[in-house]
């Protein structure tokens, strides 16, 4: 069971414009190796964003972590992982 103070996992895609690309790396890169080795960035393939999952307390923390440019657009969704026997208990609820 979560509790309020226990990490959860978050699921970030931040697009960004071409005009932003570069501003969005650098102040990815200001944040230190291990903060951008967090980070996927489709940018060298044309798709102007960066995914990433992120281990945070809520959605409002992983935001404030990103560069300003993509904070007000970025997507952040909760992700959950299953162990197979909680897979099998869900099939039992739903039936």
Do not use: W
Not at 35 to 47: H, V
Request: glycine fraction near 4%.
């Amino acid at each position: 069971m979560e509790t309020a103070a226990m990490n959860k996992t978050f699921f970030v895609k931040a697009p960004h414009t071409v005009e932003q690309c570069m501003h969005v790396l650098d102040e990815t890169k200001e944040k230190g190796s291990d903060y951008l080795s967090k980070f996927k960035f489709g940018c060298m393939s044309g798709d102007h964003a960066f995914y990433s999952f992120i281990e945070a307390s809520s959605e409002e923390d992983v935001r404030k972590m990103l560069p300003k440019d993509v904070q007000a657009t970025a997507m952040i969704e909760k992700v959950d992982t299953f162990t197979p026997k909680q897979i099998e208990e869900m099939h039992k609820t739903m039936h």
